[in-house]
């Protein structure tokens, strides 16, 4: 009964508009992944080969647009305040997305596609600024969690359309939902804590290259790198994957990515909980990553298993890798409120960037060895460095964000104030 009344209590308009916000923006970034096939089918590419590497070539392109996307977004969030980010963002991927549907060739879808990574780039980044800012800091590790779960069933739902719908009709879908979606926004009231502040060194993103703060950023990158290494490829790929594994019963992607995106669902909720119940943000993560790990080597070294199998280890990796929300928690309290929302807009999207390095390196690998061992490659190294990066970061649990960052001639004062109340 406690548990419930503390959720009531964060359930408020801004949370539940922040969380429809990234429904919508995960339902346009897997929708690609789902109707991949088909829609490079309709538009002349037919050998499985072209199919693997055009598709790769595009998702790559939008992995991109979501990089320099973060980059601009970020910058706006702190000068202009987080609600014009979600406005201006959520324009620009819904046109984009009804622009795939009329797509004629590769160069154009992966073009729609790019633009459709700048737009997306800036939904969870803002939302999840505005909820921690609106929150006290004892409850918004829930709020961000709640933020989180909404999102990740918007997974489940680019799956499930996805494999019933026309792949056109499929990209109108997520078009008009984020046209919906804008009218919601318009009641939702900017950060209190955003407006109030008036420093000058507000959305100067080269702070983040000062005072050591620059690896403390790259740290919250790679520890959330695993995440889209298991989308991208675990998931997406899981046809190319699984055929040299002598798997029994045929493996789509689209069930893969239903199944994993379940799972992701379920554990970012689970994370979150976690997260608040042992009071560490650090601490669930590392078990989230050691757990994911061991099942990534099941996945891809144990021959003949069925395809169900493959479905049902999909469902318990994704629970393993969905610590999304405590990592945008964590990664935006590290850092002070005039660059905050630079942080949490870009740390996300060079996440999500980060697959088309992945990806890129399981095509070249996969050249030289096979394929599922290509895919091991990849995963290890993506979760070692995020478990080595988990190590130097501080614990942000019990942290005051009524705090600002500054230049390196004044950083022991910054330092005292973000230190832990």
């Excluded at 740290?219 to 699984?242: K, N, R």
């Excluded at 990066?389 to 019990?398: D, N, P, S, V």
Aim: net charge positive.
């Amino acid at each position: 009964m406690k548990f419930l009344r503390e959720l009531r209590s964060v359930l408020n308009l801004t949370v539940l508009v922040a969380g429809l916000g990234y429904f919508v923006d995960l339902f346009d970034i897997t929708l690609f992944g789902v109707v991949r096939a088909a829609s490079l089918r309709d538009i002349g590419i037919t050998s499985p080969e072209e199919v693997l590497s055009k598709g790769i070539l595009i998702y790559n392109c939008q992995m991109v647009g979501m990089m320099v996307g973060g980059l601009l977004w970020g910058v706006l969030a702190d000068k202009r305040g987080r609600l014009s980010v979600m406005f201006g963002s959520i324009l620009l991927y819904s046109f984009a997305n009804l622009a795939n549907a009329f797509a004629w060739d590769v160069t154009s879808y992966a073009v729609f596609r790019f633009l459709g990574g700048v737009g997306l780039a800036g939904e969870l980044g803002a939302a999840i600024t505005l909820v921690a800012e609106s929150l006290p800091k004892e409850k918004r590790g829930l709020g961000t969690t709640i933020v989180a779960t909404l999102g990740m069933l918007g997974i489940v739902a680019a799956a499930f359309v996805g494999q019933h719908l026309h792949w056109k009709t499929a990209y109108f879908t997520g078009g008009i939902m984020g046209l919906a979606l804008l009218f919601a926004r318009f009641k939702v009231s900017e950060s209190e804590l955003f407006k109030k502040k008036t420093d000058p060194s507000r959305a100067n993103p080269f702070l983040l290259l000062q005072g050591g703060r620059f690896l403390k950023y790259i740290c919250c990158i790679l520890i959330g790198v695993p995440i889209y290494f298991t989308t991208g490829i675990l998931f997406t790929f899981a046809p190319e994957l699984t055929a040299g594994l002598n798997v029994q019963g045929t493996v789509t992607a689209g069930n893969a990515i239903l199944y994993g995106s379940i799972g992701l669902t379920i554990g970012d909720l689970l994370a979150g909980l976690f997260s608040q119940w042992l009071k560490s943000r650090k601490r669930a993560v590392a078990l989230n990553l050691v757990g994911g790990f061991l099942l990534m080597l099941v996945y891809g070294l144990v021959p003949g298993l069925t395809s169900t199998t493959v479905y049902i280890l999909s469902f318990f990796i994704g629970i393993m890798v969905g610590y999304w929300a405590v990592l945008v928690t964590m990664a935006a309290e590290q850092f002070g409120t005039n660059i905050r929302g630079t942080v949490a807009t870009t740390v996300p999207n060079f996440v999500r960037g980060s697959a088309a390095i992945a990806a890129s390196a399981f095509a070249l690998l996969k050249g030289y060895i096979s394929v599922p061992m290509a895919a091991i490659t990849v995963g290890s190294i993506c979760f070692g460095l995020a478990l080595l990066a988990l190590t130097r970061i501080e614990e942000t649990f019990h942290r005051d964000l009524d705090f600002e960052e500054t230049a390196p001639d004044t950083a022991t004062e910054a330092s005292a104030r973000s230190q832990p109340s």
